[in-house]
């Protein structure tokens, strides 16, 4: 498998993970999988319910074995969750084995995209902006180590999002020769 292969995307909650994934899969002709939807296929329950019984550390535990099996696939899309890079193995399996991309939004940006949404339990206190704030402040680093392209969501539209990050995707596969990966070592053949 060469990083060529597989398509990761990173950013917190509310960054577009989910909906750049499915188009991306669509576009390059991949599989798309969202870690947070398997975690909760394998539960039978949404993950604030996973968080109620089990708490963070339980969520985190199953979202480390998903990512896991899920870069351990070939001609995938993956959306992580937000939190999935507190974990470094999850960090190493994202930088071994695809393309990262960190779609990166301001807090403010995020929030008024999630405000709404009652499936995010992390957002579930007093003032969620300020938790937006402090979760960027924490997991922006982490993103960014792992990232090999950072796309800023600002107020463009999904379609011109996508449209501009496949010309990067385009770009830089197009700039490695077969056998390379992403960051120029060879890959096994």
């Given at each position: 498998?060469?990083k060529?292969?597989?398509?990761?995307?990173?950013?917190?909650m509310g960054?577009g993970?989910?909906t750049?994934?499915?188009?991306?899969?669509?576009q390059?002709?991949?599989?798309?999988?969202?870690?947070?939807?398997?975690?909760e296929?394998r539960?039978?329950?949404?993950?604030p319910v996973?968080f109620?019984i089990?708490?963070?550390?339980?969520?985190r535990k199953?979202?480390?074995?998903?990512?896991?099996?899920?870069t351990?696939?070939?001609?995938?899309v993956?959306?992580?969750?937000?939190g999935?890079?507190?974990?470094?193995?999850?960090?190493?399996?994202?930088?071994?084995?695809?393309?990262?991309?960190?779609?990166?939004?301001?807090?403010?940006?995020?929030?008024?995209?999630?405000?709404?949404?009652?499936?995010?339990?992390?957002?579930?206190?007093a003032?969620p902006?300020?938790?937006?704030?402090e979760?960027?402040?924490?997991r922006d680093?982490l993103?960014?180590?792992?990232?090999?392209i950072?796309?800023?969501?600002?107020?463009q539209?999904?379609?011109?999002?996508t449209r501009?990050?496949?010309?990067?995707l385009?770009?830089?596969?197009?700039?490695?020769?077969?056998g390379?990966?992403?960051?120029?070592?060879?890959?096994?053949?």
């Amino acid at each position: 498998m060469s990083k060529r292969d597989n398509l990761y995307l990173v950013g917190l909650m509310g960054a577009g993970k989910t909906t750049v994934g499915r188009l991306l899969a669509r576009q390059y002709g991949k599989t798309f999988h969202d870690s947070d939807h398997e975690i909760e296929a394998r539960c039978g329950v949404k993950i604030p319910v996973i968080f109620e019984i089990e708490g963070e550390s339980g969520f985190r535990k199953r979202e480390e074995a998903a990512i896991a099996e899920l870069t351990a696939l070939s001609n995938v899309v993956l959306a992580t969750g937000g939190g999935a890079v507190l974990s470094l193995a999850n960090r190493e399996k994202l930088k071994q084995n695809g393309v990262v991309i960190y779609l990166r939004g301001t807090p403010e940006q995020l929030f008024e995209r999630t405000r709404h949404d009652r499936n995010r339990p992390l957002l579930q206190t007093a003032d969620p902006l300020a938790r937006f704030r402090e979760l960027y402040k924490q997991r922006d680093p982490l993103y960014r180590e792992v990232a090999d392209i950072v796309v800023d969501t600002g107020r463009q539209s999904v379609g011109s999002m996508t449209r501009v990050l496949c010309g990067k995707l385009d770009l830089l596969m197009s700039g490695l020769p077969d056998g390379v990966d992403i960051k120029g070592s060879p890959t096994k053949p």
